[in-house]
């Protein structure tokens, strides 16, 4: 059974920094997209970053230069460091990939349970 799992969500204060990670686990042959998106209380979920299984990444422009997405291919983990935190950043963050569970022939969209992530003095 292929699970997601995210850790590193936490209280911090405006200007700080958090790292998340998300953790795939499981009978699992390949992982391709690997990406990051973040609910606010009343909002819809919104993407904020996404890695391929080659490195190249994308993010929302209201991340671009404080977040950085990175992925370990060798532990089926992605990464978000979040530096410079606003009040604004606070959400609930979800990861997601498109991976392909051994004995399958094609990809699907699993989830994380999610992390709250907190910026407030």
């Known amino acids: 059974q292929v699970q997601l799992v995210e850790s590193g969500g936490g209280l911090v204060q405006p200007g700080g920094s958090l790292r998340l990670s998300c953790a795939a686990s499981?009978?699992?042959?390949?992982?391709?997209?690997m990406r990051w998106y973040r609910q606010a209380p009343g909002d819809q979920r919104e993407f904020v970053a996404t890695?391929?299984?080659?490195?190249?990444?994308n993010y929302a422009d209201s991340v671009k230069e404080r977040f950085t997405v990175s992925r370990d291919n060798g532990k089926n983990t992605v990464y978000l460091q979040m530096n410079s935190l606003k009040p604004e950043d606070t959400a609930v963050y979800y990861c997601?990939?498109?991976?392909?569970?051994?004995?399958?022939?094609?990809?699907?969209?699993?989830w994380g349970q999610g992390t709250q992530v907190t910026v407030s003095s």
């Open positions: 997601n990939a498109d991976l392909r569970p051994v004995g399958t022939i094609t990809s699907r969209t699993y």
């Open positions: 890695i391929t299984s080659g490195g190249a990444t």
């Open positions: 499981g009978s699992i042959r390949s992982i391709n997209y």
